[in-house]
């Protein structure tokens, strides 16, 4: 039973975050020489945790992933959402998907001065085709989440690095009356489109700056923007494509077996 114990934890933490698992074993050898402490055995894991994170992020290059920005100063166009991305190591990008990010970053902040723009789920530091779950496809860097921008209900005014989940994701956006709603009625049983009715109330109250969300949507996909930086796949659903009106060949519908699309932007790269 320990031994399946042990196998579980490091599948696990091996899918959660690649490197765990590895945390585990060194925890688990270690664990013999300390007494059964618990308290010692955790600092021991999240030592040797901190340090192959950190050893991942010296390697990565060598895969070809850069690691985004974990925090945000005052200067800051581009940064993750949440550090929590950071420790779970699913930060990390291709050169090409990091200059894209930067370069929208940079055309928000220009166009909106003081715009933070957040990314959420990149892909892990090594390995092509390891899968990021429960994402479908955020396995070779290439592939990147960012967060819609939002601002305060009363005044409209953005709010500099808020979203309405605390991580960014499961903060849904309200179809319109009459809207395109392509999965309305179906009960599929293998699905990631989860609707997360429990986690909603962790969420803050705060709107959709819809201003700055069309104008990310917009430079991804102009041929002079996201095109040109090598932009080939946006996802987003199509009720609020259509509510942003913004239109384009590369901005697409998931499908109703992936997850929902009406949090975050799914941007993607040619490989």
Not at 19 to 47: C, D, E, K
Not at 59 to 70: H, K, N, S
Not at 76 to 91: D, E, G, I
């Amino acid at each position: 039973m320990r031994l399946l114990i042990h196998i579980g934890a490091v599948v696990f933490l091996t899918l959660l975050t690649q490197v765990g698992g590895l945390a585990w074993i060194g925890t688990a050898v270690m664990a013999r020489r300390l007494a059964n402490r618990r308290l010692v055995i955790l600092g021991v894991f999240g030592a040797i945790y901190a340090g192959l994170s950190l050893a991942a992020a010296t390697a990565a290059p060598v895969f070809g992933r850069v690691a985004l920005p974990c925090l945000a100063t005052g200067q800051s166009t581009l940064a993750m959402q949440s550090p929590l991305y950071c420790v779970l190591n699913r930060h990390y990008v291709s050169k090409p998907m990091y200059d894209t990010a930067n370069k929208l970053a940079a055309d928000m902040n220009r166009q909106f001065p003081g715009t933070l723009t957040q990314a959420l789920d990149g892909s892990f530091p090594f390995l092509d085709g390891f899968p990021l779950l429960p994402h479908l496809s955020h396995n070779d860097g290439n592939k990147l989440d960012i967060a819609f921008y939002y601002g305060d209900p009363s005044t409209q005014k953005y709010i500099r690095g808020k979203t309405r989940s605390p991580i960014g994701y499961w903060g849904f956006e309200r179809p319109e009356r009459g809207a395109d709603l392509p999965c309305e009625g179906r009960r599929d049983i293998l699905t990631g489109r989860w609707d997360m009715s429990w986690f909603q109330i962790f969420n803050s109250v705060v709107v959709l700056d819809r201003p700055r969300t069309r104008a990310a949507l917009e430079w991804l996909t102009a041929p002079d923007g996201g095109r040109k930086a090598g932009v080939t796949k946006i996802f987003i659903e199509p009720h609020l494509a259509n509510s942003l009106g913004v239109k384009d060949d590369i901005l697409r519908f998931q499908g109703c077996r992936a997850a929902r699309h009406d949090d975050h932007i799914h941007s993607q790269v040619k490989k």
